[in-house]
């Protein structure tokens, strides 16, 4: 039988229950995060729950627990689960409460956790997607991970809608980042993405890539980039904690061009699996 996090609470799946006054509900009045689990092990889980502290703080939401709490019934639910390959899906809303704009410091926050099994996406990171460029009509706190996603998804209906696996998002012309991942360029051997802003959410994944090529002695440019760019990039390639690190083959809509899957695109993706299992074989 599955089981969930609920508060402080592990109760089965049947039994969960979110009251209707839910804030997160009413408002997308929340946070989250995903945390991947390899061979038994979160990876990276110290960044996702520093990231989750921040998104918190930044929304003025007071949570009720330390961070070595959270972490203690993420790792209740993950061994109550037996999740060997998979994730975890954490969100705090801001509580339940009489519908009304303006929120209280009184209320109890909610916390909600689940797992899910590993999807593969292999044959993506082995043959690259097709990523559709449209504009980014999101707010500007794209830095907060708000559970509030509405033109994500929207962004991410219109490029399934042109049998694209991503979005690939602009603001004034410059490349921001897609609808559930990081974007970054390879051009004349040196890797391309968008800082670390107010306009895109600093993934984890992000943040792995950026010191794994470093370490390779890959040079790294974190500036803004208008969109024409990407039609001459020599590789592209989205990242998350979900996908790690998928090619880009093709871009449509607003930009139209075909890439090849590039040899630093393959470079990183190796250095991250190696990375991947020295951390999480590490801790377990
Ligand atoms: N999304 N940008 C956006 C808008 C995202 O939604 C995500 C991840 C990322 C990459 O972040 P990270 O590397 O920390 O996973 C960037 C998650 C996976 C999701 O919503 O399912």
Redesign the pocket.
Known sequence: MKHVLINDSIVPEAEAQVSYKDRGYHFGDGIYE?IRIYQGAFFALDPHINRLFDSAEKIDIALPFSKQELVDRLNVLKEKEVVIDGSLYVQITRGAAERNHLYSREEQPILFGFTLPDKSNEANETNGISAYVTEDIRWLR?DIKSINLLG?VMAKRKASDHDCGEAVLYRENAVT??????LFLVNNKTLYTHPANNL??N????QEIIAVAAELGIDIVEEPFPKEVLAHADEAFV????IEITPIHTFKGDVEATLTLGPITKQLQQALKKRIKTQTSASV
């Open positions: 995903v794209c994500n980042e897609g609808s559930s991942s990081n895109i959410l993934g984890i994944t992000r990242t998350s904690t979900s």
